[in-house]
């Protein structure tokens, strides 16, 4: 039975949702509240911090995943160069810094105005877009903070999208 199978007759939460996909991928996780789940996500590079909240005034469900991060302060222009050219070849979502938190962020809204209903496959997709969106440019923001290399030669060799099955 697909995942989605068991919710085709039953309104659901997108948070219980997301919750049963964590639980699914046995991703460590905490229900913050009725409308708020972290959990973190195992990637290539690093984990990530990721968050999902509904907000009902907008029928919003937000997405952050997030990971740690302290670039030295003379290397923020060509860090938030980078970013903007990063965002650039983001069909969905943003990254941006919060050099307060220190922290690297992507973000992404599902808009589900109009009593819309998100599917176990669309959540699915949001959570998997967000980590492989950051494991493709942790690199480039490496290789500009800590390696010398311009934003134009440090994208250069971000991790291409894969097409197909090995």
Known sequence: MALSEQYLDDEIHPIDIVENL????????????????????EGQWRTYSITLAWSAYDETLRLICSFEMD??????????????????????GAFTYWSEQKTMIYRYGLVLS???????????????AAVLSAERYYPAVQLVLWGNQTPKQALEVAIAEAYGHA
């Open 71 to 92: 670039p030295p302060a003379e290397k923020l222009p060509e860090l938030y160069h980078l970013l903007n050219d990063m965002n650039d070849q983001c069909w969905a």
């Open 22 to 41: 964590a639980a699914f991928n046995d991703w460590d996780f905490d229900r913050i509240s009725d409308e708020q789940i972290a959990m973190a996500v």
């Open 114 to 128: 109009g009593g819309r209903e998100a599917s176990a496959e669309q959540i699915d997709t949001m959570i998997g």
